[in-house]
């Protein structure tokens, strides 16, 4: 089986919407048990080549299970900080698609000129922590349940691979 990880595309938006409300409601870990459309969300997914932020989506066998997304912090027309999130579907956790999904991030933030990665990560949520401490997150602090996490990109090395926006195919 093979799992597909490519550049979010707009006909997919209620395929996307979907598979994050079934990753809220399987996931204590979230924020709320159901997509909450905020405005960046909203432009994110009306706007799929907007070169402000990035938003990816992990496909297997045709199905979106998955997505990772980095969001401008400040409204700013050049914000170096951006916000991460990620979910995945739990009967794909720990086949290394996170680990996937991260680096490919983190690369196109390096081209992006992106500074600062920040995410936000429940306190027991151990299995996100390990991931994101493995790419050198810090914790910086805690409100109620959740971690800020941070990362200062520079010029990190993640791996080369070329075109960030690349399909990227993950056995598992």
């Known amino acids: 089986m093979m799992a597909q990880i490519r550049p979010y595309r707009l006909e997919e938006q209620d395929h996307l919407i979907h598979a994050i409300n ?3 409601a399987e996931c204590r870990y979230m924020f709320g048990p159901r997509f909450q459309p ?3 969300w909203l432009h994110a997914l009306n706007e799929p080549n907007c070169s402000r932020h990035y938003l990816t989506v992990v496909k297997v ?3 979106i299970v998955g997505w990772c997304r980095l969001f401008p912090v400040s409204c700013a027309e050049h914000s170096n900080i951006v916000d991460l999130g990620l979910g995945l579907a739990r009967e794909f956790h720990g086949q290394g698609i996170g680990t996937s999904l991260l680096g490919n991030a983190i690369r196109w933030a390096q ?3 992106v500074r600062t990665i920040t995410l936000d990560v429940h306190i027991e949520n151990q299995q996100a922590q390990s991931l994101f401490i493995k ?3 810090n914790p910086v602090s805690q409100k109620d ?3 800020k996490m941070k990362l200062e990109v520079g010029s990190k090395l ?3 691979r070329g075109d960030v926006t690349c399909i990227e195919t993950v056995e598992l």
């Open 135 to 137: 790419f050198d997150f």
């Open 38 to 40: 905020v405005p960046i």
């Open 145 to 147: 349940c959740f971690y």
């Open 22 to 24: 079934t990753v809220c």
């Open 111 to 113: 081209s992006s000129c």
């Open 61 to 63: 066998f045709g199905q």
């Open 158 to 160: 993640i791996g080369s």
